[in-house]
């Protein structure tokens, strides 16, 4: 049987043990998600790269969505923004997304205050393709 004084001890290394799990199976969570969005953005790519019209996507074909956007700001498939300008819709993403290159890669940029990480790759055709959380 514990103490008092023991009993809060292991009540205290219970709460860390605790809290990194959680921290633990959100660094798992996060991880699966990077993977997932890279997987599905470099899958468009390649379609488009192979000759499928960037028109034909669905938006909500993916989870989270995949974005397909031209060079110069014009959102081709967006489930809210499709057919708009980015640049006027939302130049910080803008700003962001368009240094996309055809390796790939993460940007960070603050929308509406909170903070997103979006996995951005060039077509050959200089389309921009992006997911994110």
């Known amino acids: ?12 290394l219970m709460a860390m043990l605790y809290m990194v799990a959680v921290v633990l199976f959100a660094t798992q969570a996060f991880s ?4 997932a ?9 390649a379609a488009i790269n192979g000759g499928k019209g960037a028109a034909s ?3 909500d074909a993916y989870t989270p969505y995949a974005f397909i ?3 110069e700001g014009k959102l081709i498939v967006h489930p809210t923004l499709a057919g708009k ?3 006027v819709e939302g130049m ?6 368009k240094a996309a290159t055809p390796q790939g890669g993460w940007v960070k940029y603050v929308w509406k205050e909170k903070e997103k990480n979006t996995y951005i790759k060039r077509t050959n055709n200089n389309l921009i ?5």
């Open 1 to 12: 049987m514990f103490n008092q004084r023991g009993g809060a001890k292991m009540k205290r």
């Open 32 to 35: 699966a998600d990077k993977e």
């Open 37 to 45: 969005i890279t997987k599905n953005v470099d899958e468009v790519v």
């Open 57 to 59: 996507f669905a938006p």
């Open 69 to 71: 956007m031209e060079a």
């Open 85 to 87: 300008d980015l640049k």
């Open 92 to 97: 910080p993403i803008y700003e962001a997304i």
């Open 129 to 133: 393709v992006g997911s994110g959380y």
